[in-house]
């Protein structure tokens, strides 16, 4: 009996250390829900690698076309996760934890009034420094009060950018994403073709 009962114990913790291990690795594997990272008081930490996510489109309101005083007057690359992407063509909206990153580039160089130049290819706008880093992230229960999505700004700069930031008032950002793209989850689709297409 005494033989028995310590076999029985020792198959039991074999058995428990088992489960730990591979409870272990799965964890390890388990690809994480979002991107986005956070601190402990909440604010969000600068992306990293999103140049390798899928490049959705660069819309561009330069300030010689805009009286001189644009909100935005540099290029905005505009960059989402492949799988919240995919998501979105089958669903139509994008899954909770989706981020979305805009990159901006001042433009190269003005040499005509309307901010453009003349390159080898032509008259037109290119990029020129980078000059900021703006992040969103969807997040039902976090961004409650803003649609379920949250806004942020690492600086609208040259680099470097802050580290950390926090989420943007409402009255800098979501105000306008809530007037004007509710119904398209938040998002400018009309100005990326890969989203666009999805909803005709």
Same mark, same amino acid.
């Given at each position: 009996?005494?033989?028995?009962?310590?076999?029985?114990?020792?198959?039991?913790?074999?058995?428990?250390?088992?489960?730990?291990?591979?409870?272990? @690795?799965?964890?390890?594997?388990?690809?994480?829900? =979002?991107?986005?990272?956070?601190? =402990?008081?909440?604010?969000?930490?600068?992306?990293?690698?999103?140049?390798?996510?899928?490049? %959705?489109?660069?819309?561009?309101?330069?300030?010689?076309?805009?009286?001189?005083?644009?909100?935005?007057?540099?290029?905005?690359?505009?960059?989402?996760?492949?799988?919240?992407?995919?998501?979105?063509?089958?669903?139509?909206?994008?899954?909770?934890?989706? @981020?979305?990153?805009?990159?901006?580039?001042? %433009?190269?160089?003005?040499?005509?009034?309307?901010? =453009?130049?003349?390159?080898?290819?032509?008259?037109?706008?290119?990029?020129?420094?980078?000059?900021?880093?703006?992040?969103?992230?969807?997040? =039902?229960?976090?961004?409650?009060?803003?649609?379920?999505?949250?806004?942020?700004?690492?600086?609208?700069?040259?680099?470097?950018?802050?580290?950390?930031?926090?989420?943007?008032?409402?009255?800098?950002?979501?105000?306008?994403?809530?007037?004007? @793209?509710?119904?398209?989850?938040?998002?400018?689709?009309?100005?990326?073709?890969?989203?666009?297409?999805?909803?005709?």
């Amino acid at each position: 009996m005494k033989k028995y009962l310590i076999v029985l114990a020792v198959s039991v913790l074999i058995a428990g250390y088992a489960a730990f291990v591979r409870g272990k @690795v799965f964890a390890q594997q388990a690809p994480k829900q =979002s991107s986005a990272e956070f601190t =402990s008081d909440g604010k969000l930490k600068l992306p990293v690698g999103f140049r390798k996510w899928v490049f %959705v489109g660069a819309p561009l309101t330069p300030n010689a076309l805009n009286g001189g005083a644009a909100n935005f007057p540099e290029f905005h690359h505009v960059y989402v996760e492949a799988k919240n992407l995919d998501a979105y063509m089958k669903t139509g909206t994008f899954p909770e934890g989706t @981020v979305f990153v805009k990159e901006l580039t001042r %433009v190269l160089n003005p040499t005509f009034p309307d901010g =453009s130049r003349t390159e080898p290819s032509g008259r037109g706008f290119f990029n020129g420094e980078l000059n900021g880093i703006d992040e969103t992230v969807k997040d =039902s229960k976090r961004f409650a009060k803003t649609n379920g999505w949250g806004f942020f700004t690492f600086g609208h700069h040259p680099m470097p950018y802050a580290e950390t930031a926090a989420e943007s008032p409402v009255s800098e950002c979501a105000w306008c994403h809530i007037a004007n @793209v509710a119904k398209t989850d938040m998002t400018w689709v009309q100005f990326y073709p890969i989203l666009r297409d999805k909803v005709k």
